[in-house]
């Protein structure tokens, strides 16, 4: 014998006719759900747990007041979460005081979460770019592996670009794909104000690889990077970083545990 | 913060802090409070207070405990801190001397404009 499948159709009513359904208290633990739901993974439960008790308190006694006025307990609730204010914005709050207040480390704390994830990602994109960079001046195409031959003609040659060498194209590879990778990566990681993060990062990396350019002159590819992170690295990765994190923050907001019948 | 209320985070934070300055208080209380007096001119929406009152609680200007039982409705009290006091004088201060230029430069505009128009009266006569 099969069991019987439970076949749910979908409701086609308009909004608030679905909402004539929901009790008060449906209707808080729907909105205290999409209070909550985007701070997973970064507040930890116990504070959450704190918002949302602190949360549903101050809504109910808010609806009280309007029932007291003269509202229907549903209304009053309704009016209640309207006044309390969206959801998605009140996280975003919530979450932008929690990462500047309770971050842990002190350079952490020095920059600000955002920063040093920005810091972080596109520093090592520079890293990288240099290593490769380096990797091409000292192991030209068809040279041998003798390390020391190599080292004399990287003082001696301002090499053209490009030079055929698979360093030459794992270079400009990473110069090209840097700010989406590192653009995405920073944008998923600190959803709020992300392409700002970036901005304010990639300046001190371009300040120091225009100064290690000019080190490393008369080899000019140190000042190609320089200008690639000033007129590639930074409108692109602001952009994707900023495209990431709308992304992040539009799916954590999605995310819910309990059937919502309304993005209030 | 809604920019049409003119009200900016640190306005909200010299809000806080001085109806906390009065006494212990729960976060609709404050909210409550701060509708009551300014007469329902500061409109704040409601969900605003929570992320202030963490920032200032994790500035140490304010603290914070529960009362009631656990398991049935709690409520969450703020109060200041030593710090906090001094911070919310500090807040008034600042208030009182910006609010005191801008008035000055206002009214001083105004009196011209009136001589100016009393100028151009007497003129047309």
């Known amino acids: 014998m099969s069991a019987a499948k439970i076949i749910r159709f ?20 729907d909105y205290l759900e999409h209070l909550c739901a985007p701070l997973v993974g970064w507040v930890p439960y116990r504070e959450r747990e704190r918002l949302r008790e602190e ?11 309007y029932g007291i006025d003269g509202f229907a307990p549903q209304e009053a609730m309704r ?83 490009p030079d055929g060498s698979i360093w030459t194209y794992l270079f400009l590879g990473i110069v090209f794909l840097a700010p989406f990778v ?66 992040t923050w539009r799916r954590r907001c999605a995310y819910h545990s309990i059937p919502i019948r309304r993005n209030l | 913060m809604p920019k049409d209320d003119g009200l900016n985070k640190k306005h909200a934070i010299t809000l806080i802090l001085a109806v906390l300055g009065d006494g212990t208080r729960h976060g609709y209380d404050i909210a409550r409070e701060v509708e009551r007096r300014s007469q329902g001119q500061l ?25 009631g039982e656990e398991g049935s409705r709690r409520k969450r009290v703020y109060s200041l801190t030593r710090s906090g006091e001094a911070e919310l004088a500090q807040h008034v201060e600042a208030w009182r001397s910006f609010a005191g230029a801008m008035d000055r430069v206002i009214t001083r505009k105004t009196d011209w404009l009136v001589r100016a128009l009393l100028l151009g009266e007497r003129f047309h006569a």
């Not at chain 1, 949360?55 to 007041?65: D, K, N």
Request: charged content about 20%; some cysteine.
């Open chain 1, 10 to 29: 979908p409701d086609l009513r308009p909004k608030d006719q679905q909402d004539a359904d929901l009790t008060p208290e449906e209707l808080v633990d």
């Open chain 1, 79 to 161: 009016r209640s979460i309207e006044r309390f204010g969206k959801s998605a914005r009140l996280s975003e709050e919530f979450l932008e005081t929690w990462l500047n207040y309770q971050s842990q480390g002190k350079i952490v704390q020095k920059l600000g979460l955002n920063n040093a994830y920005a810091l972080f990602f596109f520093g090592q994109m520079a890293a990288l770019s240099y290593l490769f960079l380096n990797l091409r001046l000292v192991f030209p195409p068809s040279s041998s592996l003798r390390f020391g031959e190599s080292v004399h003609r990287f003082d001696a040659i301002g090499m053209p670009l």
């Open chain 2, 43 to 67: 409109n704040l929406p409601d969900g605003s207070f929570y992320p202030i009152l963490r920032q200032l609680e994790g500035e140490e200007l304010i603290q914070s405990t529960w009362i």
């Open chain 1, 182 to 247: 590192a653009g995405w990566l920073t944008g998923r990681m600190a959803v709020l104000h992300a392409a700002r993060a970036v901005y304010h990062m990639m300046l001190p990396i371009i300040i120091g690889t225009f100064f290690l350019g000019v080190a490393l002159l008369p080899s000019r590819e140190g000042l190609f990077v320089a200008l690639a992170e000033t007129l590639w690295w930074l409108p692109v990765g602001c952009l994707t970083a900023h495209v990431a994190a709308a992304v």
């Open chain 1, 55 to 65: 949360a549903r308190s101050h809504l109910e006694g808010r609806a009280h007041a």
